[in-house]
């Protein structure tokens, strides 16, 4: 037995002199308070939709989001890593990484900015309320994502969680056009006895900086409030930040007209002066995928000059502006 107990405590590991500390000698930690995720806000004046490419272009989408992070700890904290993912209208459309190592003291706020893009060629519910931000109507989006922060001494890695939400408009907006007609411009003259043609110059200001396309249905024509003709208008390209003027022809088919209109009409291409209204639902199209209705901030009406029947002489007086008579 003696022999025994000694061949154990031989074997037995030296202890460790008392200056050498081990590795891992804590056994447990038990946190003085709670800790807490980074809080994300939504900087509204930097978010904006930065690009929408027109299907036949791409389907390229950019959103610039601008947001503020604050840390709710009780201690300064790194922000090493964020992995996301960007829903728009409700439908996951881009996923991504940010690595900004931004650093917040106990309690403070720093600014994070996004720049995300996503393909939305073959996403077309989408379509609509994209183009929608370009014409006043904010595109909700959300994100969210896995944190990863640290402290001074700690490391910490949180689950999938919302992080912000917000809406966008676009930074290019779509501005409704102004319309008006042009009387000096504007005439009514014989082609043949039988053939009137009215032809009224439309002047239309794009005052946005987006282009787009200017159409008309069931455009109708009248003079001195009698019906002489119908027709469907565009498209008609409209330069963002320009000015543009159209002519739009009326054929006038007197064998279909009433007599008021007739004898209106007569007197026109007589040599009267004449009051023209243009009346129809003038729609402009935003990138080839949604239309929106033209606020009309004045009716289309002009008066226009006596002239000789079958000519284009006159008094020239007819209405710049296309105020009413």
């Avoid at 007819?318 to 105020?323: C, E, K, M, T, V």
């Amino acid at each position: 037995m003696a022999l025994a107990a000694a061949w154990l405590v031989a074997c037995a590991p030296a202890p460790a002199p008392a200056s050498v500390e081990r590795e891992g000698e804590i056994t447990s930690a038990t946190p003085i308070g709670d800790v807490f995720a980074p809080r994300f806000e939504v900087e509204v004046d930097a978010t904006h939709i930065e690009r929408f490419d027109p299907p036949g272009a791409g389907g390229g989408f950019a959103l610039a989001v601008g947001s503020s992070v604050r840390n709710p700890n009780a201690f300064p904290i790194v922000l090493q890593s964020v992995e996301y993912t960007l829903s728009i209208a409700g439908e996951a459309v881009a996923t991504g990484r940010l690595e900004p190592a931004l650093e917040l003291n106990a309690g403070a706020s720093g600014a994070l900015d996004w720049a995300i893009a996503a393909d939305l060629t073959e996403r077309r519910a989408l379509w609509s309320a994209v183009v929608g931000a370009y014409a006043g109507t904010p595109l909700p989006f959300d994100v969210e994502g896995r944190l990863v922060f640290a402290s001074q001494s700690y490391v910490f890695t949180t689950g999938r969680r919302a992080l912000m939400s917000g809406t966008a408009l676009a930074r290019e907006a779509v501005r409704s056009p102004r319309l008006r007609l042009d009387g000096v411009s504007s005439r009514i003259a014989l082609v043949r006895s039988d053939a009137p043609v009215a032809v009224i110059t439309l002047v239309a200001a794009n005052p946005g900086d987006v282009g787009y396309f200017l159409s008309a249905r069931d455009v109708v024509l009248e003079l001195d409030g009698f019906v002489l003709a119908t027709l469907d208008l565009g498209p008609v390209p409209m330069p963002a930040g320009e000015t543009i003027r159209t002519e739009i022809t009326f054929l006038i088919d007197r064998a279909r007209l009433s007599s008021d209109a007739e004898a209106a009409l007569a007197a026109v291409l007589g040599g009267q002066r004449g009051a023209v209204r243009v009346k129809g639902s003038f729609v402009y199209d935003v990138l080839g995928v949604d239309s929106f209705p033209v606020d009309l901030e004045r009716d289309l009406v002009v008066t226009l000059p006596g002239r000789v029947a079958g000519t284009d002489a006159g008094d020239d007086s007819g209405d710049h502006d296309g105020d009413a008579p």
